[in-house]
T-cell receptor, first 115, second 114 residues
Framework: EPEVTQTPSHQVTQMGQEVILRCVPISNHLYFYWYRQILGQKVEFLVSFYNNEISEKSEIFDDQFSVERPDGSNFTLKIRSTKLEDSAMYFC?????????????FGPGTRLTVL | AQSVTQLGSHVSVSEGALVLLRCNYSSSVPPYLFWYVQYPNQGLQLLLKYTSAATLVKGINGFEAEFKKSETSFHLTKPSAHMSDAAEYFCAVSATSGTYKYIFGTGTRLKVLA
């Protein structure tokens, strides 16, 4: 069964360093999302992406964050200069059709720890 | 604005006992609601969803949920817990505009005791 994959599973970085989190969507899915979950808090929406453009972003998604699809497969989330408060689990989700009742397919997440 | 509240960040049940995980929502329009499960080292997997077709929704692995508009609830139940049900469970509502992002609750970690 097709699944969304994410790499790395764990990333430890120093404050101020850049990190890139990678997601490989299911092959026929065109709509992508990033969410994050800070320990003990809700899963929060960060950004949605379609056709090489950001479709919607949250207040969390400031200038330190960027997303791109550098090739036909990977979908990446970059944090330019990490802060302690960026420590969280980051989930990628994809869907073949964007409707309110539509299922999003999630990857296993990347746990980011900023020291 | 829409929101979801999950009461109980940790729930423990004995094997064979009823599982009840609570989810309440806030929405000014009819909501689309989802329950996802996350097993260790895996992605979130859809258990079931409510799309207004029926108030009692049956999902995978013997789970079901009932949409109660009067109580603004969408609680997840399973008659008899199995050890393999131990996981984290997330309730979510999809936004009604924009890109239909999900708005999640804080999650409930279910522990099943032998």
């Amino acid at each position: 069964e097709p699944e969304v994959t994410q790499t790395p599973s764990h990333q430890v970085t120093q404050m101020g360093q850049e990190v890139i989190l990678r997601c490989v969507p299911i092959s026929n899915h065109l709509y992508f999302y990033w969410y994050r979950q800070i320990l003990g808090q809700k899963v929060e929406f960060l950004v949605s992406f379609y056709n090489n453009e950001i479709s919607e972003k949250s207040e969390i998604f400031d200038d330190q964050f960027s997303v791109e699809r550098p090739d036909g497969s990977n979908f990446t989330l970059k944090i330019r200069s990490t802060k302690l408060e960026d420590s969280a689990m980051y989930f990628c989700a994809t869907t073949p059709i964007r409707v309110p009742e539509g299922e999003q397919f999630f990857g296993p997440g990347t746990r980011l720890t900023v020291l | 604005a829409q929101s979801v509240t999950q009461l109980g960040s940790h729930v423990s049940v004995s094997e064979g006992a009823l599982v009840l995980l609570r989810c309440n929502y806030s929405s000014s329009v009819p909501p689309y609601l989802f329950w996802y499960v996350q097993y260790p080292n895996q992605g979130l997997q859809l258990l079931l969803k409510y799309t207004s077709a029926a108030t009692l929704v049956k999902g995978i692995n013997g789970f079901e949920a009932e949409f109660k508009k009067s109580e603004t609830s969408f609680h997840l139940t399973k008659p008899s817990a199995h050890m393999s049900d131990a996981a984290e469970y997330f309730c979510a509502v999809s936004a009604t505009s924009g890109t239909y992002k999900y708005i999640f609750g804080t999650g409930t970690r279910l522990k099943v005791l032998a």
